[in-house]
């Protein structure tokens, strides 16, 4: 009798000892990721700054004849 109580109050320590591992390794793991997801989107928040607005010509930067054009 004295041993199987001792077997099952040692299986509870275990037990609880386990999971408490397991949540703390879960949070961290958490952690990590929310930092690391805002780390990417600080990264792409500066792309996107550092990137030219526009880079395609438009027709107001195109050159003109100077109206030297012949109509036929």
Known sequence: MKFSS?????????LIVVGLVLAVVAALGAR???EEEEARA???IRRR???PANTTP????R????????TP
């Open 6 to 14: 001792y077997l099952l109050f040692e299986l509870g320590v275990v």
């Open 32 to 34: 990590m990721e929310a």
């Open 42 to 44: 600080v990264s792409a």
């Open 49 to 51: 700054r550092m990137r």
């Open 58 to 61: 438009t027709t107001a930067s």
């Open 63 to 70: 050159p003109t004849t100077g109206g030297s054009e012949e």
